[in-house]
Structures are given as structure tokens and as C-alpha cells.
């Protein structure tokens, strides 16, 4: 469902502890919708409306905090941090209640600067965060600590639900020695790129990391920096490597793809399989591009809590 063209205003609850209200103003530009849609939701902690599914329920914010100068949120890194900002501030007063509820960060000031490298849970899958493999999973073949990497939220339709990339699963080998190959024997320019295991459903896909997406015109952009492809869009690719728009290094190949339809995947969020998080531009970017295989524990830790206990935990014995 698409809304009108029109500016979309929506008052914002996300931290009681803090007593603030975050009001986002977003103007509906096409790009811009799906990372406003994914905030509003994820950020209010409501299960009962998924993302990109509903249109109304949008409430008027009281006066006092009417703007008449919408904030630009198209560049979904601008709302991952606010949100990450807020959800430091409310840990900060769970451990400390005395800490004043009004900051600098009111006059201007920056108090809180994120770490470079940041994970925290959220309620609710939207593109572009990842599922974390719980215990629950420890006996599966194919998932067991495994992190996904979500693509595309899609929507309620049996034929158009998430889907995702497993980032973590290297195959430790390279195109060119894969006979017959998962990317239509397309040996050059790719041949020496590894192959990682993307997931059990057909239909390969790639990973394109960029400091400039508008070069990478064609590919759809998860996160800033991030864009994906599939095995059909190679010769795109292959073109952007001839103009120098990108190098080897700078692609992650993988075999499959995870799906699911939209209720099957809050259905197994709810039974425990995954943890839902919300990660930094960097930590995506360096699992795309260096050795991931700590990448399970390094979200969990960094995540807090019993998440963190969890990565210290060994697998559970399926007997």
C-alpha cells in the first residue's frame, strides 16, 4: 500500500525513562517512506501494526510540538543513530536514575557520540537490521548461530515476504573453482571473489559496498553504503567494476538467499529462533568486506544483557 504524496507527521514515543518525545516529520519521497514506516514501527515497540502495512493509525502531534520545517529522514543512517541515541539514553537511566533527563544535546551540543561499531534489540524486523540466531537454533544445520542480514521486509503477500542474506556462513572457495556455477559461469570478472553461503532457497544474490550509491544507479540500497543485487544483475555489476565504480573487493557473493512470509517470520521471532537488531553502517560494512566468522558473537555482545551471555554460552546438545 502507498500513501499520497504529502508530508506524513507523527509523534514518536521512545524512551519513558527520558520523558522526551521524538518527532519525526518526514516528507514522503519515495525512497524516504520505507525508512520512516520502519522507524515509526520498530521504534514505537508496537508488534500488532508490521511495517509497511498500514497506512492510517498516523495521529496529529499536540501543538506544543507542531514544526512547520519537516526533518529530512531519507538517509535511513540519520534515524538508525537518533534511535540507537535514544535507546543509550534509556539504558544510561536504567543504571543510573539520577541522571538529568534533559541534556546538552538540547542547546546544540553533541553528549552522547555513538561508538563507531553499535548493536542494540529491537521489537520488530524492518530492512536493513539483522536476525540473530538464538540457541533455540543451536541443532539447525543450516541456521545454527548464523546472522541474517534482512534485504527486504516485503509485505503480508505469500509471494513477496522478507528475505535476507546469512553473512556469516563462508564457503572457502571462489567462483571460478564452483562447477557449475551458482552466478551463470561468470568467471570474469568475479572469478577470484569467494562465495559465501547466502541460504537454502534458490536464487543467488551479492552484496555491493560503496562510499557513493548514487554510482551504483539499478542496485537497491539496504543501508547506507550497502546496496544488493541478484545473480540476474551481474552484468550490471560487471559493468560498474569496467568504469571503476567498484572493485573486487568491494562485492560478497553468496549461494541463496533465507526467505520467508511475513507472518512465518514474526511467528518464529516470537518462538525465540531469532534476535532482532538494529547495527551500525560499519558493522555491516566490515562483515561485508573482512572475515565475519565472529560476527555472531560480536552483535550479541554488543547488543548487552542476556544477549551477552548468550555468546559466551556453548552449543546446546541436541540429545
Not at 554510482?215 to 553504503?225: H, S, T, Y
Request: aromatic share 8%; proline share 6%; glycine share 8%.
Amino acid at each position: 500500500m502507498s500513501l499520497p504524496k504529502y508530508t506524513v507527521r507523527a509523534e514518536l514515543f521512545m524512551c519513558k525513562q527520558c520523558m522526551r518525545k521524538l518527532q519525526v516529520l518526514c516528507v514522503n519521497q519515495n525512497d524516504g517512506l520505507a525508512s520512516f514506516e520502519s522507524l515509526l514501527h520498530a521504534g514505537s515497540g508496537d508488534a500488532s501494526v508490521p511495517t509497511g502495512d498500514r497506512s492510517d493509525g498516523l495521529s496529529e502531534p499536540p501543538d506544543e510540538l507542531k514544526s512547520t520545517e519537516p526533518i529530512n529522514i531519507s538517509n535511513s543512517n540519520y534515524w538508525r543513530d537518533v534511535r540507537a541515541n535514544l535507546v543509550r539514553r534509556e539504558q544510561e537511566l536504567l543504571v543510573d536514575p539520577s541522571v538529568p533527563a534533559e541534556s546538552k544535546a538540547s542547546s546544540g551540543e553533541a553528549v552522547h557520540q555513538l561508538p563507531q561499531k553499535w548493536a542494540h534489540p529491537i521489537t520488530m524486523p524492518e530492512a536493513g537490521c539483522v536476525l540473530v540466531a538464538t540457541e533455540v537454533l543451536d541443532d539447525d544445520s543450516v541456521f545454527e548461530r548464523t546472522v541474517i542480514l534482512l534485504l527486504r521486509l516485503g509485505s503480508r503477500g505469500t509471494f513477496d515476504g522478507p528475505f535476507g542474506v546469512i553473512l556469516n556462513r563462508p564457503l572457502y572457495t571462489k567462483i571460478k573453482n564452483v562447477n557449475p556455477s551458482s552466478f551463470q559461469d561468470q568467471t570474469t570478472p568475479f572469478g577470484d571473489c569467494a562465495l559465501f553461503f547466502g541460504g537454502p532457497v534458490d536464487m543467488s544474490m551479492f552484496l555491493v559496498r560503496t562510499k557513493d550509491s548514487s554510482r551504483l544507479k539499478g542496485f537497491e540500497e539496504v543501508i547506507p553504503g550497502i546496496c544488493f543485487g541478484f545473480r540476474t544483475e551481474l552484468e550490471k555489476a560487471g559493468v560498474l567494476m569496467k568504469s571503476g565504480a567498484i572493485n573486487t573487493e568491494d562485492l560478497r557473493f553468496f549461494v541463496g538467499h533465507a526467505a520467508w512470509d511475513y507472518e512465518q517470520l514474526l511467528s518464529e521471532i516470537r518462538a525465540g529462533y531469532w534476535a532482532v537488531a538494529s547495527c551500525s553502517t560499519e558493522l555491516i560494512s566490515d562483515a561485508v568486506s573482512t572475515d565475519p566468522s565472529c560476527l555472531w558473537t560480536e552483535i550479541l555482545q554488543l547488543m548487552g544483557g542476556h544477549y551477552s551471555e548468550l555468546s559466551q554460552k556453548p552449543k546446546q546438545d541436541s540429545s
